[in-house]
Structures are given as C-alpha cells and as structure tokens.
C-alpha cells in the first residue's frame, strides 16, 4: 500500500482546498472529492467486516489460552494416596482485564506507540493523543453496551455473576479518564512529566491487584459483596457435530464450515449461531481441561492433523458454495451467498495464515490475530485521515466517530461475542471497562512514557501537550452522559434482575436510549470543536 504524503499538500491553483494525499495509487488525487469520500466510506466499511472477522479468530484463541490449566499433586488425607488435580492456569478476572480487554484495546496501544516512536525527539506529543482515547471511550461505553443488551435470545437474561470485582474494574476506567484531567488540566497544565508518565503507567497495575484481590476477597482490600454462583469453564463447550463430506470425515481435527458457521461475525445478527471456524476431535472423544478433581490426560493434536487443518483453512478460504449451501431449494440464494464470499475471500484467504489454535494452547494464534487486528486498524486510520481531507470534516469530529469506531471495532465484536456465548454478562461489560482503563493507563500511559523519558534525558524538559483545550469539555460530556448509562444498567438489574437481555422490547428501548447517549456526546463535543458553542 501507498504510503499517504507526511505533511498536508494543497493546490492553490484550485478555487477551493484539494485534497493530494491519496492511499495507493496517485490517480485518486484527480477524482472528485464526492467520489472519493464516497470510495473511502466504502473502504472503512470493508476493513470493519475484516476486523470483525479476525477478532472472532482472536476471540477463539483466547478461549482456548484460558482453558489450559496444570497438573497439581495432592495427598488425599484419607487414603494418604497421591491424587492429581488440574487446576485453571488463568484467573477469570485476570483474564478479562489483561487477555481480553488489552487484547482489543491492542489497536489503539501499537498506533499510539508507533507514533510516540517516530515522534522521538520532539517536545510535543503525537496527534494521536487524548481527544482520541475519549472519543474510543464513549465508543466502547454506549454503543458497545447498545449491542450487547439486545444480543441474547428474547426473554433470556444475562447478568454480572461477581458484582464487586465490576464496581472495582468500573472505578478505575472513571478514575482513568479523571486522573487525565487533573493531569492535563490542573496539576501540569498541557504538560507532562515524566513522573507523570509513570504514575499512569503504574496504574494499570494497581488495577490488576485491586480486581484480583476483590476476586479472591481480600481483606481490608475487597468489598465486602457475594457473588452468585460462576460457572466453571470461562466459555461453556458447543455442542457441534462433526463436519463429513459424504460418508467421510474431513480430518482428525477437521474444520467444521457449515452455512451457520460463518468466518465473518455480524454484530447486527442478535443471536446468530456459533460464529467462526471451530475444530473439533472428530476422531476420539474431546477432554477439555477443567479443574475437576478426577484424572484427565491432555490431548494433543498430532502434527499431521494440524498440518492437514491449516491446509483446509486455505481451501474454505477459496470455496465458495460449501455443501450446505448447495442444499438451499432457492437458486437466487445460492449465488448471493456465493457472490457475498467471494466479496470476502481477500479477507478469508488472508486469515488463512493465521495457524489453528490447538498450537501452544492457542498464544501462537492469539498473538498472529493481535498482528493482524493491529494492521487493519493502521489502515483505518489512514483512511479516516483521507476522508477527513476529502470532506473537510473537522479531524477531531472523525476521531470522534470514525476513528474511535475504527480502533474500538474488535472491542465491540469481543464484547458482543461473549455476550452471545457466555452464560453471565461478567466479561462481556469487564471488556468495556476494563478497555477504558487500557487506553488510558498503558495506551496513552506507555507512548507518554517513551517520549518524556527521552526528553528528560536528552533536554531536560517535558512533553507538550496540543489541542488539549476542548478535551475538557469532552470530558465533561462523557462523565455525564456516562451516569446515564450506568444509571440504566444499575435500573435494569434492580427491575429485570440482569443487565444484558430480557423482554425484547425492553432491550431495544434501552439499545435506543445508550445511542441517544453517544449521539448527545458527540454532536455536543462536535459542536464545541467547531467553535459553535
């Protein structure tokens, strides 16, 4: 891909200012500006489509990482016999907070960390700073919650099983963005120190303590709160038939590809079934790992069969009709469904490299998904700087909507897929929190870190802050508008008894009313930008 010029081109020949940066071949810069926005809009919304299916591939990884748990001798003090116990490796708090919430949030930490990189040297700080991080947080508090109440099946409830550990995680995604304006605005007026950066750094950790002890109920440290009953595995198992094609089974660990299984995650879709590809022992009875008290031998998958389940990655990549769609009665439907997956197959063929999740309990393909989520989110943020140039929008206004939606995407996809799969609302609501508490503490915090560390030995001075004026006000909005959010989940567990779910139109009333919040944030923070009020 073209790289965009660095520095802002105009044509002065021109009646009006023409955009010249274009994103991969120079002869965008002689189309009209309304085909272009027209163009890039189009763009964004395919690289959405692709970030939501990677975040289902993250997502499984994930899963998996969270499953594998260790062998544990004990000695049964009746029978004074060794008996072996697998316990979960992963805290389920820990796991929300750190694989799950800076697994999604890993967007928006590389952006900010590549640019605090190129910006060394410089005594003011990136353009991708504050003003970004609470339009992303407004994304991930009111849009996000939008979807995921409206996910689960008409009538079922989904609610918060360990409601001590999510006041914690809640106090520390508003002291987040509380701490930045005393920092911004008060302590070191549009300066930061390097003491600062540390402080902010170092809070991410004081995070991870304070949920972990609420967890294990410390005392003196932990509220002192019941918890109902949680259930054993973090995802429960999927009840999914073996994929054969004719009388033959695939592979030992085949891919299951049916029509219902589809590689792209549609967050519109409110109770679709299992989502992305899934692999399965089709050959011997699954063992999954649990922290049962009986004996249990791990299964590990042959290099054959992984070898073989990687291969058919590529091959349904590049299959457009698979045998259950062959089976539809409606010719029209058939061709549509293979139209739309070969719209698709760049997305899939890619994808493909990402090796399945049995490799090394899953952190391989974790970690290739966490490369992937990052370099799609690179090219959303290019093509919201094209089309803030193309429209004349204000680049504020698109960090506000388009970026923040753009880096926040593979949040919204995490957060709604474990909304759909998870028997409580625990880490589908830690992952909005918890996300909010990342941007800040290790996405902002980091980059802040590198540059006032290189400027307090190189120079001797701190960071400058920009465009630090309207954030404020931003600021202002978002805490008030976020009252109402958490006032109405706080409603709906004392009247419904649980924050996700419920009667359908009481689920999408309160879908309508968090939207309603997010629009008053940001047309009342668009406003101010652009001097109206």
Same mark, same amino acid.
């Given at each position: 891909?073209? &790289?965009?010029?660095?520095?802002?081109?105009?044509?002065?020949?021109?009646?009006?200012?023409?955009?010249?940066?274009?994103?991969?071949?120079?002869?965008? =810069?002689?189309?009209?500006?309304?085909?272009?926005?027209? /163009?890039?809009?189009?763009?964004?919304?395919?690289?959405?489509?692709?970030?939501?299916?990677?975040?289902?591939?993250?997502?499984?990884?994930?899963?998996?990482?969270?499953?594998?748990?260790?062998? +544990?001798?004990?000695?049964?003090?009746?029978?004074?016999?060794?008996?072996?116990?697998?316990? @979960?490796?992963?805290?389920?708090?820990?796991?929300?907070?750190?694989?799950?919430?800076?697994? =999604?949030?890993?967007?928006? *930490?590389?952006?900010?960390?590549?640019?605090?990189?190129?910006?060394?040297?410089? /005594?003011?700080?990136?353009?991708? #700073?504050?003003?970004?991080? +609470?339009?992303?947080?407004?994304?991930?508090?009111?849009?996000?919650?939008?979807?995921?109440? !409206?996910?689960?099946k008409a009538g079922e409830l989904k609610r918060i099983s360990d409601i001590g550990v999510w006041l914690v995680e809640l106090f520390w995604s508003f002291w987040a963005y509380i701490w930045l304006y005393i920092i911004l605005k008060i302590w070191t007026p549009n300066v930061i120190t390097l003491w600062e950066a540390l402080l902010t750094v170092a809070q991410f950790g004081l995070l991870l303590i304070h949920a972990y002890a609420q967890d294990k109920r410390w005392p003196y440290v932990s509220l002192p709160m019941t918890r109902s009953e949680r259930p054993e595995d973090w995802v429960p198992e999927e009840k999914i038939a073996p994929y054969r094609d004719g009388n033959k089974t695939r592979d030992n660990y085949s891919e299951v590809d049916e029509d219902r299984n589809s590689i792209i995650v549609d967050i519109f879709s409110i109770h679709s079934a299992?989502?992305?590809?899934?692999?399965?022992?089709?050959?011997?009875?699954?063992?999954?790992?649990?922290?049962?008290?009986?004996?249990?031998?791990?299964?590990?998958?042959?290099?054959?069969?992984?070898?073989?389940?990687?291969?058919?990655?590529?091959?349904?990549?590049?299959? /457009?009709?698979?045998?259950? &769609?062959?089976?539809?009665?409606?010719?029209?439907?058939?061709?549509?469904?293979?139209?739309?997956?070969?719209?698709?197959?760049?997305?899939?063929? /890619?994808?493909?490299?990402?090796?399945?999740?049995? %490799?090394?309990? #899953?952190?391989?393909?974790?970690?290739?998904?966490?490369?992937?989520?990052?370099? *799609?989110?690179?090219? !959303?943020?290019? %093509?919201?700087?094209?089309?803030?140039?193309?429209? #004349?929008?204000?680049?504020?206004?698109?960090?506000?909507?388009?970026?923040?939606?753009? =880096?926040?995407?593979?949040?919204?996809?995490?957060? @709604? *897929?474990?909304?759909?799969?998870?028997?409580?609302?625990?880490?589908? $609501?830690?992952?909005?929190?918890?996300?909010?508490?990342?941007? $800040?503490?290790? #996405?902002?915090?980091?980059?802040?870190?590198?540059?006032?560390?290189?400027?307090?030995?190189?120079?001797? @001075?701190?960071?400058? %802050?920009?465009?630090?004026?309207?954030?404020?006000?931003?600021?202002?909005?978002?805490?008030?508008?976020?009252?109402?959010?958490?006032?109405?989940?706080?409603?709906?567990?004392?009247?419904?008894?649980?924050?996700?779910?419920?009667?359908?139109?009481?689920?999408?009333?309160?879908?309508?009313?968090?939207?309603?919040?997010?629009?008053?944030?940001?047309?009342?923070?668009?406003?101010? +930008?652009?001097?109206?009020?």
């Amino acid at each position: 891909m073209a &790289s965009l010029n660095s520095t802002s081109t105009w044509d002065s020949n021109l009646s009006h200012e023409r955009c010249l940066f274009y994103f991969i071949f120079h002869f965008e =810069t002689k189309l009209s500006h309304g085909l272009r926005g027209f /163009l890039y809009f189009l763009a964004l919304a395919y690289c959405f489509v692709g970030l939501s299916a990677i975040t289902d591939r993250f997502f499984r990884s994930m899963e998996n990482v969270v499953k594998h748990s260790r062998a +544990v001798e004990e000695i049964d003090p009746l029978t004074n016999t060794k008996v072996i116990k697998y316990e @979960k490796v992963w805290n389920y708090t820990i796991a929300d907070i750190t694989l799950l919430a800076f697994g =999604t949030s890993f967007p928006q *930490i590389s952006l900010a960390t590549i640019d605090a990189i190129r910006n060394i040297g410089s /005594l003011t700080a990136g353009g991708l #700073g504050p003003g970004t991080l +609470v339009g992303s947080a407004a994304f991930d508090l009111f849009p996000i919650h939008a979807v995921c109440v !409206v996910v689960p099946k008409a009538g079922e409830l989904k609610r918060i099983s360990d409601i001590g550990v999510w006041l914690v995680e809640l106090f520390w995604s508003f002291w987040a963005y509380i701490w930045l304006y005393i920092i911004l605005k008060i302590w070191t007026p549009n300066v930061i120190t390097l003491w600062e950066a540390l402080l902010t750094v170092a809070q991410f950790g004081l995070l991870l303590i304070h949920a972990y002890a609420q967890d294990k109920r410390w005392p003196y440290v932990s509220l002192p709160m019941t918890r109902s009953e949680r259930p054993e595995d973090w995802v429960p198992e999927e009840k999914i038939a073996p994929y054969r094609d004719g009388n033959k089974t695939r592979d030992n660990y085949s891919e299951v590809d049916e029509d219902r299984n589809s590689i792209i995650v549609d967050i519109f879709s409110i109770h679709s079934a299992n989502t992305g590809f899934v692999y399965e022992n089709v050959a011997d009875t699954d063992i999954h790992e649990s922290s049962s008290e009986q004996c249990r031998v791990d299964t590990i998958p042959h290099k054959d069969d992984l070898l073989s389940v990687w291969k058919m990655q590529f091959v349904d990549a590049l299959t /457009l009709e698979s045998p259950e &769609s062959k089976k539809l009665n409606s010719k029209s439907l058939r061709v549509a469904k293979a139209l739309w997956k070969l719209v698709l197959a760049p997305w899939r063929l /890619l994808f493909a490299f990402v090796p399945p999740y049995q %490799i090394a309990n #899953g952190w391989i393909a974790f970690i290739f998904s966490l490369v992937f989520i990052s370099g *799609i989110a690179y090219i !959303v943020t290019k %093509i919201t700087d094209l089309i803030s140039c193309v429209t #004349g929008i204000n680049a504020y206004i698109i960090a506000l909507t388009a970026l923040a939606a753009g =880096t926040s995407w593979p949040d919204l996809v995490a957060s @709604k *897929i474990a909304a759909e799969r998870q028997i409580t609302a625990d880490s589908a $609501i830690a992952n909005i929190t918890c996300s909010n508490s990342v941007n $800040i503490y290790i #996405g902002i915090g980091v980059p802040w870190l590198i540059d006032t560390l290189y400027n307090y030995i190189a120079y001797k @001075k701190p960071l400058r %802050i920009e465009n630090a004026a309207g954030l404020s006000f931003s600021l202002l909005i978002f805490f008030a508008t976020s009252v109402g959010c958490i006032g109405v989940l706080v409603f709906r567990r004392l009247t419904l008894g649980a924050e996700l779910g419920g009667p359908r139109h009481w689920a999408w009333l309160t879908s309508f009313y968090l939207m309603l919040l997010w629009l008053v944030f940001v047309v009342l923070s668009s406003l101010q +930008v652009s001097n109206i009020i």
